[in-house]
């Protein structure tokens, strides 16, 4: 387990890295061996770190030691000794070099039934073996638990040190940290948009919250909603054509929906209090949004196409911060109790809630794309740090910046 | 809903008692600033300070002693009602409104750091709202006053306890030049 730390705050060349701390695992994890890949020894030793590694932090998978037998790929592996060694699966492979490039080849074979499960291979440049790791961790988790791997996906958060803000993007294990946005002011409310190339977020860069929708890989960005008042909460229609806005334009904080490129505002719903932080579920459907319009904050949801608001949460005083989960069958919320804000899951369709964490200061749920784990903020001894915790409550992960306030995570949508 | 002039001068020394042993930070302690008699000196020229002026002008603004010296108005936990111990103040900035309608005025409405950072936006909102209705109540106009958020993102004071809290549960009257 603390391998898995150690390898991931590997110096490179972010100075705010994200660093991951496993402090829970699954009950019945996969006893699986990842041997170092053979060809080029350095790069296989590699790239054998960061599967082991994304695979220990999923909390599915119980590492087996794979020294002193046999590495990369073979067309039978020696089973026995595997299964010696509590295996139930293996992987083996090879990284070469091949014309100033690099081939990547890999099997997975299952040790119980002595047979192969598949394999792949993939040719890429010398500096991509974490990506192609990544992918290998992703087939590995597909092919043994039967839902996709969620390792070759992004995260954005919001760094803040010495009244600084940094909109960064990193991979899903804190690496390859990036800037996309510095500021003197803040940044709240990142949000990808569905086909993972864009940001909206809110900036405060004006002196007041505005939403920007900001492509990274050109690093262009353009102004969403500048309405006189307050522009924030931005969240992507699944299509990726619309924003669903918070805007103070007419009066209370309200939700409207408004083109991603800025255009043809329109109002969603009307409330005498606060309406805020809309959420479109995944079918595209409904809009998940919290309200006072109860007296105090709850949850409830409305037709895109609009029609009367159903309010979701009864119990408590506070219930903020909707996010359906990407499979449909449940929302991530913070509910307060005694005095704590904590991260909760409703099941939609049997309203049973569970509240996931033991922390006091939980904030903006994010789920991975298959719905697995839950990203939010929070807080542990003063400062913000990121935690990720899987829908059952049983996988548990820290990810913290030194001398820094993390916040405001996003999880990105699967890479194509 | 209006107030007489004299009955908004009674409401400014309860403003003032009150806002004393409010959560408010103490104005600087500061004398009465060369309030000159004007026959000291072979001039003629009177000193333009604060206590000897219109006590709602912008001059004011700036003087201790004045009831629009202070800009912010506190709110409970997850409220954006003004609290009758906070409506002489608003009061006092509504008259310099009045009557200075060229003045514009910025509401900045602030939250703790509790819950959620959009939702506080919200409430921040709110707060910033609920002062400059009851400003244009009595009668400033719509066109002088913008209310904005800042949520829970420039606290005012950073410690986690209910004394910091309270401070940051607020909404600050800002004028041109101030902001």
């Known amino acids: 387990m603390f391998l898995a730390a150690a390898l991931l705050t590997a110096p490179l060349t972010a100075l705010a890295q994200l660093s991951i701390e496993i402090t829970g695992a699954g009950a019945n994890r996969i006893p699986v061996a990842i041997a170092d890949f053979g060809g080029d020894s350095a790069n296989g030793q590699a790239l054998a770190l960061v599967v082991r590694a994304d695979l220990e932090r999923s909390g599915l998978f119980r590492l087996v030691d794979p020294s002193g037998l046999p590495s990369g790929e073979a067309s039978t592996p020696p089973y026995a000794d595997w299964k010696s060694r509590g295996a139930d699966a293996l992987v083996g492979g090879t990284v070469a070099p091949a014309g100033g490039r690099y081939e990547t080849r890999f099997r997975l074979y299952d040790v119980q039934k002595q047979a192969q499960l598949g394999g792949q291979a993939y040719g890429h440049a010398a500096g991509q073996v974490r990506l192609i790791a990544h992918r290998v961790s992703d087939y590995i988790y597909e092919k043994l638990t039967g839902e996709p791997g969620i390792f070759s996906t992004r995260i954005a958060y919001v760094v803040k040190s010495n009244g600084r803000y940094e909109l960064q993007v990193a991979d899903a294990d804190g690496n390859n940290a990036q800037t996309a946005l510095a500021s003197r002011e803040p940044i709240i409310s990142p949000s990808w948009s569905p086909d993972g190339s864009k940001l909206a977020y809110v900036s405060f860069e004006a002196k007041k919250p505005v939403i920007y929708v900001h492509d990274l890989t050109s690093g262009r960005r353009h102004v969403a909603a500048n309405f006189k008042g307050s522009n924030s909460a931005p969240a992507w229609s699944p299509d990726g054509r619309r924003l669903a806005v918070v805007l103070t334009k007419d009066g209370n904080s309200q939700l409207y929906l408004v083109g991603a490129d800025g255009s043809g505002v329109t109002r969603l719903a009307s409330s005498p209090g606060i309406d805020t932080e809309p959420q479109f579920s995944p079918d595209g459907q409904w809009i998940y949004f919290t309200s006072d319009r109860g007296g105090s904050p709850q949850i409830y949801r409305i037709g895109t196409s609009g029609g009367n608001a159903q309010r979701i949460t009864f119990d408590g005083p506070y219930n903020v911060t909707p996010r359906p989960s990407p499979d449909g069958k449940s929302m991530a919320y913070i509910s307060r109790s005694d005095g704590s804000f904590q991260l909760t899951v409703m099941d939609l369709a049997t309203k049973q809630t569970q509240i996931l964490t033991d922390s006091a200061k939980d904030e903006s749920p994010s789920y991975a794309p298959n719905s697995r784990m839950i990203l939010y903020a929070t807080e542990v001894g003063g400062r913000g740090v990121l935690a990720a915790v899987s829908a059952d409550g049983r996988v548990k992960q820290k990810l913290s910046v030194q001398a820094a306030d993390v916040r405001e995570p996003a999880w990105g949508p699967f890479t194509k | ?179």
């Open chain 2, 1 to 179: 809903m209006r107030k007489s002039i004299p009955a908004l001068f009674a409401a400014f020394s309860a403003a003032m008692m009150l806002a004393a042993c409010s959560s408010q930070p103490p104005a600087p302690e500061q004398g009465p600033a060369t309030v000159s008699d004007g026959t000291s000196s072979s001039t003629t020229t009177a000193p333009v300070t604060a206590s000897g002026l219109d006590p709602y002008s912008l001059a004011a603004l700036k003087d201790p002693k004045s009831a629009v010296y202070k800009r912010s108005v506190f709110f409970d936990y997850d409220q954006y009602v003004i609290k009758d111990e906070f409506k002489p103040l608003v009061e006092a900035h509504a008259q310099l409104l009045v009557k200075n309608p060229k003045v514009k005025m910025l509401i900045q409405g602030n939250a703790d750091e509790r819950g959620s950072r959009e939702y506080n936006l919200a409430l921040g909102q709110k707060r910033a709202d609920a002062v400059k209705k009851a400003l244009m109540l009595l009668g400033a106009t719509e066109a002088q006053i913008e209310s904005v958020s800042l949520g829970e993102e420039k606290p005012r004071c950073t410690e986690s306890n209910e004394a910091c809290w309270a401070q940051n549960r607020r909404g600050d009257m800002l004028y041109t030049g101030e902001f």
